[in-house]
């Protein structure tokens, strides 16, 4: 059982946009950043969004994260097929002491 | 270009001692926390603990702490996740990844795997 919650699995065309779900509490997304990871197969996690909002460099502006209270969402417009992949938020748990993450989405791009 | 180069896949039976290496390059290795990520095939990431390379000091998961141990050498620029009674449950693929929140660079992984 994850600490953060995210739904299993999201699905659209390509083209189109979708939304990723984060939800957590005041002890750690409430209170501190919020950061998206994609997981491509048999690859290592790379880092999308950090600190809610922001992209890093080489990110493209396709890809775009939000904070509200102890929720967070993070957005992909123009899907293309190369955008299937699990997708992580993660955040600092000021409780627990410990990074935290939901348990992934997975994204199928039909 | 900062990255984090891990060693490569293990098998162990249970009861083994294994440590597992993470060098890094591209940047001033003591200026970042080195964590480690552990992920089950087909589960989900689970933070395991940090380093902070400039002094050794650690900090763990409360569900993981005396099952492991993190160490760094920062005179090779190498951060190293350790155990000394490996158990099944062991097996998964383990990531080393630079800084805290966010991890903004990641190794490649290393499987271990912990079989009798």
């Known amino acids: 059982q994850s600490v953060l919650t995210q739904p299993p699995s999201v699905s659209a065309a390509p083209g189109q946009k979708v939304t990723i779900s984060c939800s957590g509490s005041s002890s750690n997304i409430g209170n501190n950043f919020v950061s998206w990871y994609q997981q491509l197969p048999g690859t290592a996690p790379k880092l999308l969004i950090h600190?809610?909002?922001k992209r890093p460099s080489g990110i493209p502006d396709r890809f775009s994260g939000s904070k509200s209270g102890t929720s967070a969402t993070l957005g992909i417009d123009g899907l293309q097929t190369g955008d299937e992949a699990d997708y992580y938020c993660g955040t600092w748990d000021s409780s627990l002491n410990a990074a935290v993450f939901g348990g992934g989405t997975k994204l199928t791009v039909l | 270009e900062v990255q984090l180069v891990q060693s490569g896949a293990e098998v162990k039976k249970p009861g083994e001692s294994l440590r597992i290496s993470c060098m890094a390059s591209?940047?001033?290795?003591?200026?970042?926390?080195i964590n480690w990520v552990r992920q089950v095939p087909g589960k989900g990431l689970e933070w395991m603990g940090k380093i902070d390379p400039s002094d050794s000091s650690t900090s763990y998961s409360p569900s993981l702490q005396g099952h492991v141990t993190i160490s760094a050498d920062k005179s090779i620029s190498s951060a190293y996740l350790q155990w000394s009674n490996m158990q099944a449950s062991d097996t998964a693929v383990y990531f080393c990844?630079?800084?805290?929140?966010?991890?903004?660079?990641w190794g490649q992984g290393t499987l271990v795997t912990v079989s009798s």
């Open positions: 600190a809610n909002d």
């Open positions: 591209g940047y001033r290795f003591t200026s970042y926390w």
């Open positions: 990844a630079r800084r805290g929140n966010p991890l903004d660079y």
